[in-house]
């Protein structure tokens, strides 16, 4: 690769990464999201499911603020698009989208956030909730960043 289309990619690739996080912290706490679905998101707890509560119990919230914060970002990215030169294909942008939403509704359903902090010997960061912090939804905010910043290369790689 010439170094010309380097630091196109790579211009590609931060361009993308401000107009996902933006979108991100637009779609999660302003447009994409409402009470009702955030309050039941998530997947019921072992507990609740040994109390004999359905283990699907909540994907219907779940996709439906999937479905609401991925209409956020492709108008956010729609817009990015019409007035930046963003070098996007219709593959990368779909492959970018699929991604996104499939690592989201996954996090979203809170367990894989909370299986991840345990195994890393985080229980007490997840159980944090004082002084204006949450250490779950800290993590879940990082790990959403994560999967936008790998939605970002695919967007900048896939021609």
């Given at each position: 690769?010439?170094?010309?289309?380097?630091?196109?990619?790579?211009?590609?690739?931060?361009?993308?990464?401000?107009?996902?996080?933006?979108?991100?912290?637009?779609?999660?706490?302003?447009?994409?999201?409402?009470?009702?679905?955030?309050?039941?998101?998530?997947?019921?707890?072992?507990?609740?499911?040994?109390?004999?509560?359905?283990p699907r119990r909540g994907w219907a919230a779940n996709l439906?603020?999937?479905?609401?914060?991925?209409?956020?970002?492709?108008?956010?990215?729609?817009?990015?698009?019409?007035?930046?030169?963003?070098?996007?294909?219709?593959?990368?942008?779909?492959?970018?989208?699929?991604?996104?939403?499939?690592?989201h509704a996954f996090l979203d359903r809170r367990w894989p956030?909370?299986?991840?902090?345990?195994?890393?010997?985080?229980?007490?960061?997840?159980?944090?909730?004082?002084?204006?912090?949450?250490?779950?939804?800290?993590?879940?905010?990082?790990?959403?960043?994560?999967?936008?910043?790998?939605?970002?290369?695919?967007?900048?790689?896939?021609?």
């Amino acid at each position: 690769m010439d170094t010309s289309m380097q630091m196109m990619t790579l211009s590609t690739f931060g361009a993308s990464w401000v107009v996902l996080s933006v979108g991100h912290t637009l779609a999660d706490h302003v447009g994409g999201q409402t009470d009702h679905q955030a309050a039941r998101k998530g997947a019921p707890t072992a507990g609740e499911v040994a109390a004999g509560v359905n283990p699907r119990r909540g994907w219907a919230a779940n996709l439906s603020h999937v479905a609401q914060y991925h209409a956020v970002l492709t108008l956010l990215g729609f817009g990015a698009w019409l007035v930046l030169p963003l070098r996007w294909s219709v593959l990368g942008v779909l492959a970018a989208l699929v991604w996104s939403a499939g690592t989201h509704a996954f996090l979203d359903r809170r367990w894989p956030v909370w299986r991840l902090l345990n195994c890393l010997r985080q229980a007490r960061f997840a159980e944090l909730e004082a002084g204006g912090l949450n250490g779950m939804y800290l993590a879940d905010q990082a790990l959403h960043r994560l999967a936008l910043g790998i939605a970002a290369a695919v967007l900048a790689v896939i021609p």
